[in-house]
C-alpha cells in the first residue's frame, strides 16, 4: 500500500490524549493480567502442599514457609487475589472499552467529515471514475477501517507485547527452559500468518470492489425509478441485483475460507506448543524441579501467550480488508488528475460592489479526454453588464465554455479572465462568490424550500428569501403548498413540476445577486407558455449583470445584446439577432429550422 497521505496521520494525532489513556490503561492491564495465575500458584504450593525449595531462591518472591501452618487463611488469602485481580481487570477493562469507543466514533466522524469535504472539492473530471454508490460505501464503511487500524497498530500491539515481556521475564526468572518452549511457537506463527497474508488482502479488495459495484447498481436502479416503471424492467433488475450479490458473496465467502485456513494452521501450531509444554513441564513436575504451582503458572502463561501472540499475527490478516477500505481513502484523499485548488499566491477577485464584471476567453483549448479537445482556439470577450449567447448543434462546446468561467475545468492552454485576471491565480471562494447559475437540470435537495432557495446564501434572512421567490414569480405557488416556505420537497423536486423546479432555482440566483451571471439552457425542460414567462424574468435577473447564456431555443435569446455561433469548439458568427438574421448564414439556418415561419418571412 502506498503510504497514507498526512490527512490521516493528523486525524489521529488530533485525539492523542485519548490515545495516550488508551496506551496506559492498556499497559496496567497487560501488568495485572500477569497477576492472574500467581493466586493459584499459592494456593498449590503452600495451602494444598509444601513450598518446593525455588520459592525462597528469588528475592522476589516472599518467603513462604512461615505462613504454611496457616493454610485456612492462605486458602482465603488466595481466593481474595483472584478476586481482587479480577476485579481490577474488569475496572480497566470497562475504562478501556469507554475510551476506545469514544476514540473510534470521534476518529471515524473527524475522517467522514475530511473525506465528504474532499469528494465536494473533487474535479469534475474525476468524478465519472467513482460510482455515487462506490463513494457512500467508502463514507460509510471504510472511513471506519481508520480507528480499527489505530487499535490495531497501536493498542493491541502495546497491550501484547507489554504483557509479553512481563510474562516472559517472570516465565524466564521461574524456568529458561519452559519460558523458551512457551514462546518457541511465535516464529511458526508469524511464517504461517505471512504466508497467507497477501492471498487474503487480495480477495478482500475484490469482495470490496463487489461490494461497491452493488451498491452503486442499487443507487443508480433507485434514482431512476419512473424510467423501471414505466418500461416494466423491474425483474431484469431483480435478476442483475441477484446476479451482483452472488458474485460479492461468492468473494466474500472465499475470503472466509481462506481466512479460516490461516486460523486453522496457526491453531495447530499453538496446539502443538501447548502440548510440548505440558509434556516438558509435567516430567519436571514429577521430578521434583519445579512445584506444581510453577507449573499452573506457566500452562496459564502459555495460554495468555498464544492469545497474545495469535492476536498480534490476526492483525497481519485482519489488517488486510482494513488496508483496502484505507487504500480507497486515500485514492479520495490524495491530488487527483486535473486538480483544480488554489494556488500558493491566489487572490481575491476585485469587482467593486454593485459593478458587473469583464469576463474574457483567450485562445482556449480544453476537452474531457485526451486527444478530444471540445473547444479549440476560443476565444470572446464580454463587456461588463453585457449579455451574451453561446448557440450550436450538441457538442459544439456551448456549456463547456460556461464551466471554466467559475473554473469547474481549467482548460488546457488559453486564459479564462475575469475583470483582466486570470481564473486560475484567483481564490476559488471568492471567484465562486461572484457568480450566480442557473443549470438546465434544476438541482433541488430533500430539504425545505427556504433552504433551497438559500442553498447559495445559507444567512439569507426570511425577508430576502421570500423577496427573492416573488421576484422569481414563485411565491405564488410556495404559498400554495402544505407548508409554505417550510415544505420539504421531494427528492429532485419529484413533487414540483418542471416550471416550479425552475422559478426556484431562479430565486437562489436572485438571492445571490452575484455580477455574473451563467444561464445553462435554464428554459429548455420547459413548455412554451412556461419558458416564455421564464424569459421575462431571466430579463429581469440579468439587469446590471454580465450573462453567458447558452441555448438550444433562439426564441430564449433573441434579448440578449450579442448572440454567439460555435462549432467544433470555436466561433463562427457574431452579432445581434437581427444582424445574424440578415447574414443568412449558421444562425439563420438554425432560427428557420425552430421557426414556424418560411425563410422569405424570416428575411423580411
Known sequence: MSKPPKQLLLVGLKEWRLLAAIVVLTSLTSLISVLKPWPLKILADVALDHPQRELSSYSYIPRLEPWSAHRPAIIGLAAAGSLAVYFLLCLLDAAMAWSWTALGQRLTQRLSVDLFRRIL?????????????????????????????????????????????????????????L?????ATAPLMA?????????????????????????????????????????????????????????????????????????????LISVAGGAVIIYVGGRKTIAGTISVGTFLVFINYLRSAQRALESLLKLYGSFQPLWVGLE????????????????????????RPKRSAAICFEEVLFGYQAERPVLRSFSLALEPGESVALVGTSGAGKST????????????????????????????????????????????????????????????????ITAAARQARAHDFVARLSAGYETVVGEHGATLSGGE????????????????????????????????????????????????????????????????????????????????????????????????????????
Not at 126 to 136: E, I, N, S, Y
Not at 330 to 346: F, H, I, Y
Request: charged residues 25%; positive net charge.
Open 328 to 351: 480507497r481513502v486515500c485514492e479520495l484523499l490524495q491530488p487527483q488528475r486535473d486538480e483544480v485548488t488554489d494556488t500558493p499566491t491566489a487572490q481575491p477577485l476585485r469587482i
Open 401 to 464: 465554455a460556461l464551466s471554466l468561467i467559475p473554473r469547474l475545468y481549467d482548460p488546457w492552454r488559453g486564459r479564462v479572465l475575469v475583470n483582466g485576471q486570470d481564473v486560475r491565480e484567483l481564490k476559488l471562494a471568492s471567484l465562486r462568490a461572484h457568480i450566480s447559475f442557473v443549470f438546465q437540470t434544476p438541482y433541488l435537495l430533500r430539504r425545505k424550500v427556504i433552504e433551497n432557495i438559500a442553498f447559495g446564501r445559507a444567512e439569507a434572512s426570511p425577508s430576502a
Open 191 to 267: 511464517v504461517a500468518t505471512v504466508a497467507f497474508g497477501r492471498r487474503v488482502r487480495k480477495r478482500n479488495r475484490r469482495s470490496r470492489e463487489a461490494q461497491g459495484r452493488l451498491a452503486s447498481f442499487v443507487h443508480q436502479t433507485l434514482s431512476a425509478m419512473p424510467l423501471v416503471q414505466v418500461f416494466h424492467t423491474g425483474e431484469r433488475n431483480s435478476q442483475r441485483l441477484a446476479t451482483l450479490a452472488d458474485e460479492a458473496a461468492t468473494l466474500t465467502k472465499r475470503g472466509l475460507v481462506l481466512a479460516r485456513s490461516q486460523a486453522l494452521v496457526t491453531g
Open 501 to 604: 423546479k425552475q422559478r426556484l432555482a431562479i430565486a437562489r440566483a436572485y438571492l445571490r445577486d452575484a455580477p455574473i451571471l451563467i444561464l445553462d439552457e435554464p428554459t429548455s425542460a420547459c413548455d412554451i407558455a412556461t419558458e416564455a414567462d421564464l424569459i421575462g424574468i431571466l430579463r429581469e435577473l440579468a439587469r446590471n449583470k454580465t450573462v453567458l447564456i447558452a441555448a438550444h431555443r433562439l426564441s430564449s435569446i433573441d434579448w440578449v445584446d450579442r448572440i454567439v455561433v460555435l462549432e467544433n469548439g470555436g466561433v463562427v458568427e457574431m452579432g445581434s439577432h437581427e444582424e445574424l438574421l440578415k447574414r443568412e448564414g449558421r444562425y439563420y439556418r438554425f432560427y428557420w429550422l425552430q421557426s414556424p415561419a418560411t425563410p422569405a418571412e424570416v428575411s423580411a
Open 121 to 177: 472539492q473533487l474535479p469534475l473530471s474525476a468524478l465519472p471514475r467513482f460510482r455515487t454508490g462506490d463513494l457512500l460505501s467508502r463514507l460509510s464503511t471504510d472511513t471506519a477501517a481508520l480507528s480499527k487500524l489505530m487499535n490495531g497498530m497501536l493498542i493491541t500491539p502495546v497491550t501484547s507485547l507489554f504483557g509479553l515481556s512481563a510474562m516472559l521475564w517472570v516465565a524466564w526468572r521461574l524456568d529458561r527452559e
Open 179 to 183: 519460558a523458551a518452549w512457551c514462546f
